[in-house]
């Protein structure tokens, strides 16, 4: 079997260009003399902030025009349990990441359980169409390289807000990178002439990721003062989470970020749902 580079990586490099750009376009910081300020620009952690809102609002325009509309239609047309259907399959797709991240972060149990998972959920499952693990104990769970760096040590680096991928930092797209790279899948449909399937599996998860947030985002765009501010706030919370396995004291209050529900009760919104 031949072994080729898939063709759908152009979005890397366009990455690359725009982290090239940003460098050009930084917040100005604080005067040393001024210590409050200085802290609360390090705890921001937000250098690149004025380029990050510019992509922010190309990323806005974009959902405007195209996908919100696609995935409140998606919604629309396909029933729960075939959304349902659709999401398990795309998860079994992406078993083998989360292993070998189980694995890079000596998660040994987890990675026995995402092995059985895909080993369940393909046969029995129908390719992952339904989720039949679940229904034995075996519950779904995510990781990634981003999520690897984190366990070994890495730092976040300044955040980030990527075209088209929203909210990130400089971990975070690096493992973005590495999971595009290491899915097998990838390169097994590219080698038999289904480039399609990986485009139509970007393209789905797309879809279903947005269509889960709709009311969650609608919400936060709509209550919050500054919405930017909010999902850097909520990105970063929802990754201290996922980081620690969801374990207590890492779900902890995003600095600035309430809500005020139609119920008239403020309160902390739940996490972006991945």
Aim: hydrophobic residues 40%; charged residues 20%; contains cysteine.
């Amino acid at each position: 079997m031949k072994l080729l580079i898939p063709n759908n990586y152009s979005w890397i490099k366009g990455l690359a260009v725009i982290a090239m750009l940003a460098l050009s376009a930084c917040a100005t910081p604080p005067p040393a003399d001024d210590p409050e300020a200085v802290a609360e620009y390090n705890e921001i952690n937000d250098p690149l902030e004025p380029t990050n809102r510019v992509i922010l609002e190309a990323n806005l325009f974009f959902d405007d025009i195209l996908l919100k509309p696609l995935a409140q239609g998606y919604r629309f047309v396909l029933p729960e349990p075939a959304r349902d259907g659709i999401r398990n399959a795309l998860d079994n797709l992406r078993s083998p990441v989360i292993l070998l991240n189980d694995l890079l972060q000596g998660e040994w149990e987890r990675a026995f359980q995402t092995t059985m998972r895909f080993c369940i959920n393909t046969t029995i499952g129908i390719g992952g169409l339904f989720d039949v693990a679940s229904d034995l104990g075996l519950k779904s769970h995510d990781e990634d390289f981003g999520q690897t760096l984190a366990v070994w040590g890495a730092g976040e680096g300044p955040f980030l807000m990527l075209p088209l991928f929203g909210p990130s930092n400089i971990r975070d797209a690096v493992g973005l990178a590495v999971d595009s790279f290491s899915n097998p899948f990838t390169y097994y449909f590219d080698n038999i002439g289904y480039e399609w399937a990986n485009y139509t599996r970007t393209g789905l998860t797309a879809l279903d990721k947005r269509s889960r947030n709709l009311e969650l985002l609608d919400e936060l765009e709509k209550t919050s003062l500054d919405f930017y501010s909010a999902l850097r706030n909520l990105y970063r919370q929802r990754r201290a989470d996922e980081i620690l396995n969801g374990q207590p004291g890492a779900n902890t209050t995003a600095p600035g970020v309430t809500f005020q529900f139609d119920d008239g009760k403020p309160r902390n919104e739940t996490l972006l749902k991945n």
